[in-house]
């Protein structure tokens, strides 16, 4: 297995701390999970970045929900990165902490050219999810 940046992949026997991309669920001890690099990006763009992401190496259920922010992820720190609809980063990213991911995504959606957010993790920048403008409203 290789992702579309060449790296070797293998799963891993994770420790309970990976989010799956997948199913927007932290691992359980025990569970195996594949760490790639992705471009979460449509098209190419200049501020576009390849980075981490993890998925459930033995399949999940992907995640159906509605809520602005996933259950799983409503009580940790986020990295909120807000993006214009032509994929520009519209203005400084910002630190969420733990339970206020909702009220700051509302803030920065404030500003008009605000299409969309991508939703990192704290500590290793991993790409979790997008919140779309009309999700956040």
């Keep these: 297995m290789r992702d579309d940046y060449g790296n070797d992949l293998t799963a891993k026997v994770d420790d309970g701390t990976g989010p799956c991309?997948?199913?927007?669920?932290?691992?359980?001890?025990?569970?195996?999970l594949i760490l790639f690099s992705y471009r979460p990006f449509e098209k190419p763009a200049?501020?576009?970045?390849?980075?981490?992401?993890?998925?459930?190496?033995?399949?999940c259920e992907r995640y159906a929900g509605s809520e602005m922010i996933p259950p799983a992820f409503a009580a940790r720190p986020l990295i909120l990165r807000p993006?214009?609809?032509?994929?520009?980063?519209?203005?400084?990213?910002?630190?969420?902490?733990?339970?206020?991911?909702?009220e700051m995504a509302a803030a920065l959606f404030e500003n008009p050219d605000v299409a969309y957010l991508h939703v990192r993790s704290v500590s290793r920048?991993?790409?979790?999810?997008?919140?779309?403008?009309?999700s956040a409203l």
């Design 46 to 59: 200049l501020y576009q970045e390849v980075g981490p992401v993890f998925i459930h190496a033995d399949g």
């Design 83 to 102: 993006y214009t609809s032509e994929h520009a980063i519209a203005d400084s990213q910002v630190f969420a902490p733990a339970g206020r991911a909702p």
């Design 125 to 134: 920048g991993c790409y979790l999810f997008r919140i779309e403008r009309f």
């Design 21 to 32: 991309r997948h199913c927007l669920q932290y691992a359980k001890p025990g569970d195996r």
